[in-house]
């Protein structure tokens, strides 16, 4: 009997991510499917087994889904339809299409956990959230301390999983009755926070010994090119986002709507043609740029890059 499940999340099929299911798929002797958000539509899997994100399956489970993008806010969900169909699984992993496991193996990733059977939940960033996390809010009516994780990818227990499932259910039932999107938790407030408070062990992925990952290699600032990670030395830590293509291009446009560092954004598109994109395609984007992002204006204007929110310049 397998008692592991890997769950590639992901709301689009293309080469690389297929490149990445196979590395998964042959890393250990596990469950594995693609955890697939079709709330839109149905998206093909290319012959890979799949957890179909559907409206029809949330509602199966009682999950809340008044608002769009509600599938890929909570990422807990899908792990909530895998348990329900690997249901003698003891361990479910969810890992996000841009995270890379920098080893030379996924294998040699998966070995780490060899013995941490005690442990119900795995996550990079878990602590504590201070008064000024942006989702404190949607958790602090249910416990005095909130806690906060970074979810591109985690490992759960099967028991965490029936505990969340049980809570999301309970909160859904008071959400129907007065929905407020605002206040609905995403996946790293809801599954920290509950787990923390509920007598739960949980770990961050840096307290099994030597670090997993850093602040520079796994973070939500800014997107790393796929073509700048293959030039890495193998440094065993994990790296978020790592995007390629038309997809790291609209990462790089979301974050210049936000910073408004059009300049930078240009340059940063002007220097991966050839590696991401062709010239023509980079003169294209270039146009998207300046026809959708405003530049920085008044004291946001006289910071340094860095210091903007998710700076543009982790790509350069």
Same mark, same amino acid.
Request: net charge positive.
């Given at each position: ?6 769950g590639?999340r ?5 080469e690389r991510?297929?490149?990445l299911?196979?590395?998964l ?15 839109r ?5 290319q012959g890979?087994?799949?957890i ?9 489970l ?15 969900y ?6 329900q169909?690997?249901?003698r ?6 890992i ?6 920098n ?6 990733f998966?070995?780490?956990?060899r ?6 939940f795995?996550?990079?960033?878990l ?6 996390w ?9 416990? #005095?301390? /909130?806690?906060?994780?970074?979810? %591109?990818?985690v490992r759960?227990? @099967? &028991?965490?999983?029936d505990? !969340? ?11 129907a009755?007065?929905?407020a ?12 926070t509950?787990?923390m408070?509920g007598?739960f ?27 700048e ?8 830590l ?8 038309r997809?790291?291009?609209?990462k790089?446009?979301r974050m ?5 560092d059009v300049?930078?954004?240009?340059a940063?598109?002007?220097g991966l ?13 270039? #146009?998207? /740029?300046?026809?959708?992002?405003? %530049?920085?204006?008044?004291?946001? @204007? &006289?910071?340094?890059?860095? !210091?903007r929110?998710d700076a543009?310049t982790?790509?350069?």
């Amino acid at each position: 009997m397998k008692e592991t499940f890997i769950g590639l999340r992901t709301h689009f099929v293309d080469e690389r991510v297929l490149r990445l299911a196979a590395e998964l798929r042959d890393a250990t002797d596990c469950e594995f499917a693609l955890v697939l958000d079709e709330t839109r539509s149905e998206i093909d899997s290319q012959g890979l087994p799949k957890i179909g994100l559907t409206n029809a399956a949330l509602d199966r489970l009682g999950l809340y889904r008044g608002f769009e993008g509600a599938a890929w806010r909570c990422g807990d969900y899908g792990l909530y339809l895998a348990k329900q169909k690997f249901d003698r699984c003891r361990f479910f992993w969810l890992i996000e299409h841009d995270v890379r496991l920098n080893f030379r193996s996924a294998a040699e990733f998966f070995e780490l956990f060899r013995g941490a059977d005690a442990t119900d939940f795995f996550a990079a960033g878990l602590r504590e959230a201070d008064a000024h996390w942006f989702w404190r809010r949607s958790m602090s009516a249910h416990h #005095a301390r /909130v806690h906060r994780c970074l979810f %591109p990818i985690v490992r759960a227990s @099967a &028991r965490a999983l029936d505990h !969340l499932s049980g809570r999301r259910r309970a909160l859904c039932a008071e959400a129907a009755s007065a929905p407020a999107e605002a206040l609905w938790a995403n996946d790293e407030a809801f599954a920290a926070t509950e787990l923390m408070n509920g007598g739960f062990v949980c770990r961050d992925f840096n307290a099994l010994g030597a670090p997993l990952y850093t602040k520079k290699s796994f973070s939500f600032e800014g997107p790393i090119a796929q073509s700048e990670f293959e030039k890495k030395e193998i440094d065993r830590l994990l790296y978020h986002p790592v995007l390629h293509g038309r997809h790291l291009f609209e990462k790089i446009l979301r974050m210049t709507r936000s910073n408004g560092d059009v300049d930078g954004a240009i340059a940063i598109v002007r220097g991966l043609a050839g590696r991401e994109w062709t010239a023509a395609e980079a003169d294209g984007y270039v #146009a998207d /740029v300046r026809a959708h992002c405003r %530049p920085a204006t008044g004291w946001r @204007a &006289r910071l340094p890059r860095w !210091l903007r929110r998710d700076a543009t310049t982790r790509l350069g």
